[in-house]
């Protein structure tokens, strides 16, 4: 694809051209949920633009994403790994969402890493929560990922955020993994031009996928707070943009990656 492909405007394709796309990264089983996804993705994602940032000739990569709904955390990635012909793209999730009939099969086959940081709800299910909380942990397995050349992706509000007109702080996970091993961040905004006040998990969404970002010459020791600061703050303002969302600095809190 040319460096002018990359500024076109892509709409889901048509049915029958779906159903024929070629996966050659996945088995067949597979394939078939990640077309079964996108046909569902149809209704709701109206465009992408900039799908050439990740390709899979940029591995490894690490996609930071605006989260206002619970549909675009399986619409989006799933699109992502159609475009990319199967090769996926390992996004952090929830634990207490493989416990969904449904949901937690697409996680485990996507192979998503899974954050044990929240509570589940009925809270009775937390009794569960242990099963999921198996070494070495959702930053330290993000990097296993992206050192052997797999990219990743988090959303980095860290939960669902319905507000048409501002992101939350975010936590700073995208970018210590990003100053830890030197891996370019691709920052990714969704809109939703249709919505009236708070966004909908139906709202039909646009999708910017913005050009990668290069973190500052990574050292062998761990990040500081004020780098780590300074870096969530470059990714943010970049999300900020393309989802057409404010985001106040001034609102950092010190919680860890």
């Given at each position: 694809?040319?460096?002018?492909?990359s500024?076109?405007?892509?709409?889901p394709?048509?049915?029958?051209?779906?159903?024929?796309?070629?996966?050659p990264?996945?088995?067949?089983l597979?394939a078939?949920?990640?077309r079964?996804?996108?046909?569902?993705?149809?209704?709701?994602?109206?465009?992408i633009?900039?799908?050439?940032?990740?390709?899979?000739?940029?591995?490894?990569?690490?996609?930071?994403?605006?989260h206002?709904?619970?549909?675009?955390s399986?619409?989006?990635?799933a699109?992502?790994?159609?475009?990319?012909?199967?090769?996926?793209?390992?996004?952090?999730?929830?634990?207490?969402?493989?416990?969904?009939?449904?949901?937690?099969?697409?996680?485990?086959?996507?192979?998503?890493?899974?954050?044990t940081?929240?509570?589940?709800k009925?809270a009775?299910?937390?009794?569960?929560k242990p099963?999921?909380?198996?070494?070495?942990?959702?930053?330290?397995?993000?990097?296993l990922?992206?050192?052997?050349?797999?990219?990743?992706?988090?959303?980095?509000?860290?939960?669902?955020?319905?507000?048409p007109?501002?992101?939350?702080?975010?936590?700073?996970?995208?970018?210590?993994?990003?100053?830890?091993?030197?891996?370019?961040?691709?920052p990714?905004?969704?809109?939703?031009p249709?919505?009236?006040g708070?966004?909908?998990?139906?709202?039909?969404?646009?999708v910017?996928?913005?050009?990668?970002?290069?973190?500052?010459?990574?050292n062998?020791?761990?990040p500081?707070?004020?780098?780590?600061?300074?870096?969530?703050?470059?990714?943010?303002?970049?999300?900020s943009r393309?989802?057409?969302k404010?985001?106040?600095?001034d609102?950092?809190?010190?919680?860890q990656?």
């Amino acid at each position: 694809m040319s460096p002018a492909a990359s500024e076109q405007v892509w709409q889901p394709p048509a049915l029958g051209e779906l159903l024929r796309w070629g996966l050659p990264a996945q088995n067949t089983l597979d394939a078939w949920v990640v077309r079964g996804l996108a046909l569902l993705a149809r209704q709701q994602v109206l465009t992408i633009s900039g799908l050439d940032h990740i390709r899979a000739v940029h591995d490894p990569f690490i996609v930071a994403i605006n989260h206002s709904t619970r549909t675009e955390s399986l619409l989006v990635p799933a699109l992502m790994v159609l475009y990319r012909g199967g090769r996926l793209v390992h996004f952090f999730a929830d634990w207490n969402f493989r416990l969904v009939p449904g949901i937690g099969l697409i996680y485990r086959r996507a192979q998503t890493i899974t954050v044990t940081r929240k509570s589940a709800k009925p809270a009775f299910l937390n009794v569960l929560k242990p099963l999921y909380m198996k070494p070495p942990g959702a930053l330290s397995s993000a990097r296993l990922y992206l050192e052997a050349g797999h990219s990743v992706g988090i959303f980095p509000e860290g939960t669902v955020n319905r507000d048409p007109q501002r992101l939350l702080p975010g936590h700073r996970g995208a970018a210590y993994l990003s100053l830890a091993t030197g891996t370019p961040v691709v920052p990714v905004g969704i809109r939703f031009p249709e919505a009236d006040g708070r966004i909908g998990d139906h709202a039909r969404m646009e999708v910017e996928i913005g050009a990668p970002l290069a973190p500052p010459q990574p050292n062998s020791r761990r990040p500081t707070r004020a780098e780590l600061t300074g870096w969530h703050a470059t990714l943010m303002g970049e999300i900020s943009r393309l989802a057409g969302k404010a985001w106040n600095p001034d609102t950092i809190t010190g919680d860890q990656p």
